[in-house]
């Protein structure tokens, strides 16, 4: 792979295989694809069948954009206090606690990958996942949270976490400029959220349009709450955009049937998972 270079990586990554390679280690990075290479897989014999990544693998993906900040966070508190006590610095950086808003992007890790867990556990046999993928080979525009491949083709999930704040759509406008409906989360309007689903939505539309085989699958939009408070009757929707809390969503999922067989969801799984490569 010429565009995969052997190194010791500066921060912790998972490769496509769910190998986990720790900071420090020899692995290879590919520049095109943004991706870590363990070293099994760089000297295995390739195929040209891309393969559906193992349910644990992408359970290790889940969180790494978080956990890559962690480490780069700390791995600079650590530069500074060495910069200014070069003797003890690097003591005193492990012995003091860490600032919370170091420690959040750790637990946000830990957590995505827990809640990755739950959903593939609570979803069923029928359902395929990828998570925190990049918009595309080599974009670094932003990620996607959750794309889950099912019997009625693939649903996007944007995953918003918000401790305790209340979430609600208003309905806003007049007779004169129009009414709408809007999100709101602890009271502040948050339909921007909708936004980066499109451009979501608009990426899983590119990689599955590059083969016609894939041009009828339907795309789904749908938003996630982790710890937020929703109405605990009904159900809310923006835009057409439905809105779950972390437990609606696996329901939701092992409730499709759909039409779609097993040897076409994994078709259209591998075909995301070569086109969307983890961010």
Known sequence: MSSTKVMRLRYPGTCQCGQAVAAGERAGWDSESRC???IACLTRETTDAPVKAPAQAEIALAGSSLEREYERRKAKREARIVARLPRTGKFLAR???????TTAFKAGAEGEKAAAQRLIRGSGDNVGFLFNRSLGVGRRDGDIDV????G???????????KDAKVEVRRVGNLWSGRSSRLFVAGRDRTSFLDSLERQSAAVRTALDVD???DDVAIGMAICFVGAELPMFGKLKVANVPIF?????????RAISGLLDVERRTAIHRQLAQRLPPA
């Open 152 to 162: 009625d083709g693939v649903t996007i999930f944007d995953v918003k976490h918000y």
């Open 95 to 101: 012995v003091f606690p860490e600032p919370g808003s």
């Open 36 to 38: 870590v290479v363990c």
């Open 245 to 253: 809390g972390s437990r609606q969503v696996a329901r939701h999922l």
């Open 212 to 214: 016609s085989a894939f």
């Open 147 to 150: 794309i889950a491949v099912h």
